[in-house]
C-alpha cells in the first residue's frame, strides 16, 4: 500500500538540485498520479531552503516528458507544466530531471507561453542533452502548449476538484 505522502525530488540533467517537497497523494487515474502541496511545505528550492506560499496540485503522469502543476489565485500562472524526464518512482520517491522547458497559461489572459528556450538550449549544449531527449522534450512542450490552450483536459477544468482539496 503506497504512503500518503510523496517525496517530490527534481534535479538538473547534471544531477543538481532543484526542487524537493513533500506532498499528499490525492489519487491516481488513468493520467497519472495527483498530489497535493498545502501552504507552508517546507520544501527546497534550486538547493535552498523555501517554504510553500500558495498551495498547488502536482500532476505525475504515468508516461510523459512532462508534470504540471494547478495553481489558485493569486498566482498569474493558472496552470504550469515543467519539461521533464518521465518520472521514476522508488518507493514513495517520485524522481525527475527538470529539462528547462516550461509551459504556463496565465489565469487573467488564458495566454499561453512557451518559456525557457535559453536555457534549454544553454543546457543542452553545456549538459550534453541527447538528441533523442532534445526531440522528446520538444514534442511535448508543443503538445502542451496546444493542450493548454484548446480545452484538453485535464488542463481545462478536471484538476479543480484536486485544487479545491488543498485550498
Known sequence: MPSDVV??????????????????RLTEDDLGIWLGVSTGTASVYHG?????????VLLVPHQAWWTCMFNPP?????VYCDIASPARWDGD???????D?????????????LRDEDE?????VRFG????LVSAAEA???WLFGALGDGTEPFATAYRKWLALVV
Open 48 to 56: 535552498r531552503p523555501s517554504v510553500e506560499q500558495i498551495p498547488f
Open 101 to 113: 522547458l516550461d509551459v504556463v497559461r496565465r489565469r487573467a489572459t488564458g495566454a499561453v507561453e
Open 120 to 124: 534549454f538550449a544553454e543546457h543542452r
Open 93 to 99: 520517491t517520485v524522481n525527475l530531471i527538470d529539462l
Open 140 to 142: 511535448a512542450a508543443g
Open 74 to 78: 493569486p498566482r498569474t500562472s493558472e
Open 7 to 24: 517525496r517530490v525530488v527534481y534535479r538538473k540533467y547534471d544531477g543538481t538540485a532543484h526542487r524537493d517537497y513533500p506532498a499528499r
Open 129 to 132: 542533452y541527447p538528441d533523442d
